[in-house]
C-alpha cells in the first residue's frame, strides 16, 4: 500500500481517528514493541521542547523515529487547563506522519485520541511489569478523559473489585463514576478526600493538570506497601517524600526527565531513577518483592505517538476514512 498515492495527504479529523474502533490491547501491544526496540537503542527521539503561552498550558513539539515499524513524525500539542470555560478540551493538537525514505508527509490527524489512549495504555503496560500481578483495588484521581481511559486500559489486564476516585469537582465525580460505573459494569465510590481515594489502592494514578508551581497532597504514609503509584500529571499531586521513599523508582524516558528537572519539576527527586524500557527487555528488574513501593512517572514520549500513529493510518486507509488533500 503506497503511503501518499498521487502525492496527496491524508487528513483525519478528531471523529475520524475515533471512528476506528482501535483496541485497547492493541495499543498496548504496539508500547511495549516500542519500548522494547527503545531499551535496545533503536529509537531516534530527543526530548521535548516545550513554550509556555499562558500560565499552566504548554505547547510541545514531540519528534520520533522508529525504524522496525517504518514510522517517523512529530506531534504538536498543547495542554490549556482553562479549556473547560470555553467548552474546549484540555489536550488538542495535531500529528504530522512523513515517508522515511522521501521525508514527504502522507498523513495529518488530530492527535487527541492518539494522547489519551496513548498515555492509558503506557500506564497499563507500566502495570503489567511493576504492578502485583493480584492488584484489584485501583485509585484515579482526576475526574477527566485521562481518568477515564486509564481505568479502561488497566481494567483490560487486571481484575478490578474496587475503583476509589477524587476530583477537586464534587460534580467531576459523580459524572465519573455514573458514567464510567456504567460503561464498565464498575460500583465506583467517590472518595472525599485524596488520602480516601488512595488508601487501600494497588495501583494509584494522579490525572490532573501539570501545574508549574505544585502545591501537592499525597503523603507517603497513606500508600499501602506493594502499591504501584503512576502520576501522569508529574509531580502535582505527589509529594517529594513519595519519590524519595519509594523502593523503586522509574520513568519512561531519562533524558526528558533530567530535562523536566532542570527546568524546575522534580526537584526533590532522587538521582536513583531507572528507564522503564530497561525493564521492558529485562536488562534491570523491576518488582523484586510484593511489599515494595513503586513510583513510574511516565512524561509521555513521542515513541508511543510515533508508535500508534501508523495503526491509525492504515485502519484509515481500509475502512476508506478521511480526506485526501493535495501537498
Known amino acids: 500500500m503506497m503511503k501518499n498515492p498521487r502525492g496527496q495527504m491524508l487528513y483525519l479529523s478528531k471523529k475520524d481517528v475515533?471512528?476506528?474502533?482501535?483496541?485497547?490491547?492493541?495499543?498496548?501491544?504496539?508500547?511495549?514493541?516500542?519500548?522494547?526496540?527503545?531499551?535496545?537503542?533503536?529509537?531516534?527521539?530527543?526530548?521535548?521542547?516545550?513554550?509556555?503561552?499562558?500560565?499552566?498550558?504548554?505547547?510541545?513539539?514531540?519528534?520520533?523515529?522508529?525504524?522496525?515499524?517504518?514510522?517517523?513524525?512529530?506531534?504538536?500539542?498543547?495542554?490549556?487547563?482553562?479549556?473547560?470555560?470555553?467548552?474546549?478540551?484540555?489536550?488538542?493538537?495535531?500529528?504530522?506522519?512523513?515517508?522515511?525514505?522521501?521525508?514527504?508527509?502522507?498523513?495529518?490527524?488530530?492527535?487527541?485520541?492518539?494522547?489519551?489512549?496513548?498515555?492509558?495504555?503506557?500506564?497499563?503496560?507500566?502495570?503489567?511489569?511493576?504492578?502485583?500481578?493480584?492488584?484489584?483495588?485501583?485509585?484515579?484521581?482526576?475526574?477527566?478523559?485521562?481518568?477515564?481511559?486509564?481505568?479502561?486500559?488497566?481494567?483490560?489486564?487486571?481484575?478490578?473489585?474496587?475503583?476509589?476516585?477524587?476530583?477537586?469537582s464534587t460534580e467531576a465525580s459523580h459524572r465519573y463514576a455514573r458514567e464510567m460505573g456504567r460503561l464498565l459494569d464498575f460500583d465506583i465510590e467517590i472518595a472525599a478526600?485524596?488520602?480516601?481515594?488512595?488508601?487501600?489502592?494497588?495501583?494509584?494514578?494522579?490525572?490532573?493538570?501539570?501545574?508549574?508551581?505544585?502545591?501537592?497532597?499525597?503523603?507517603?504514609?497513606?500508600?499501602?506497601?506493594?502499591?504501584?503509584?503512576?502520576p501522569l500529571d508529574l509531580d502535582s499531586y505527589l509529594k517529594p517524600e513519595v519519590f524519595i521513599k519509594s523502593d523503586f523508582l522509574t520513568t519512561d524516558d531519562l533524558e526528558q526527565f533530567k530535562q523536566f528537572k532542570k527546568s524546575g519539576l522534580f526537584e526533590n527527586c532522587p538521582e536513583n531513577i531507572v528507564d522503564f524500557s530497561d525493564v521492558v527487555i529485562g536488562k534491570i528488574e523491576g518488582r523484586k518483592t510484593p511489599d515494595e513501593v513503586i513510583t513510574a512517572i511516565n512524561i509521555g514520549l513521542a515513541l508511543e505517538d510515533m508508535g500508534v500513529a501508523p495503526i491509525v493510518y492504515e485502519r484509515a486507509r481500509q475502512m476508506e476514512v478521511g480526506l485526501w488533500l493535495d501537498l
Not at 526530548?47 to 519528534?63: E, S
Not at 485524596?194 to 501539570?210: H, M
Open 18 to 168: 475515533e471512528s476506528l474502533d482501535i483496541s485497547t490491547a492493541e495499543i498496548i501491544a504496539r508500547l511495549e514493541t516500542v519500548f522494547a526496540e527503545k531499551g535496545h537503542g533503536q529509537v531516534e527521539m530527543p526530548p521535548k521542547p516545550a513554550i509556555h503561552t499562558n500560565g499552566d498550558a504548554f505547547l510541545h513539539a514531540m519528534p520520533a523515529f522508529i525504524p522496525k515499524i517504518d514510522s517517523a513524525g512529530i506531534k504538536w500539542v498543547g495542554g490549556y487547563p482553562e479549556n473547560y470555560k470555553h467548552g474546549l478540551p484540555y489536550i488538542t493538537g495535531l500529528l504530522v506522519l512523513n515517508d522515511t525514505k522521501t521525508g514527504v508527509p502522507y498523513a495529518l490527524m488530530d492527535c487527541t485520541w492518539i494522547t489519551a489512549i496513548r498515555t492509558a495504555a503506557a500506564t497499563a503496560l507500566t502495570a503489567r511489569y511493576l504492578a502485583r500481578k493480584d492488584s484489584s483495588e485501583l485509585a484515579i484521581l482526576g475526574c477527566g478523559v485521562q481518568g477515564r481511559y486509564n481505568l479502561q486500559a488497566l481494567s483490560t489486564l487486571f481484575k478490578i473489585a474496587r475503583v476509589s476516585v477524587y476530583d477537586i
Open 193 to 230: 478526600s485524596p488520602r480516601q481515594a488512595v488508601s487501600g489502592a494497588d495501583i494509584i494514578v494522579t490525572a490532573g493538570p501539570f501545574l508549574r508551581k505544585p502545591k501537592p497532597v499525597i503523603e507517603f504514609a497513606w500508600i499501602r506497601k506493594g502499591a504501584l503509584v503512576c
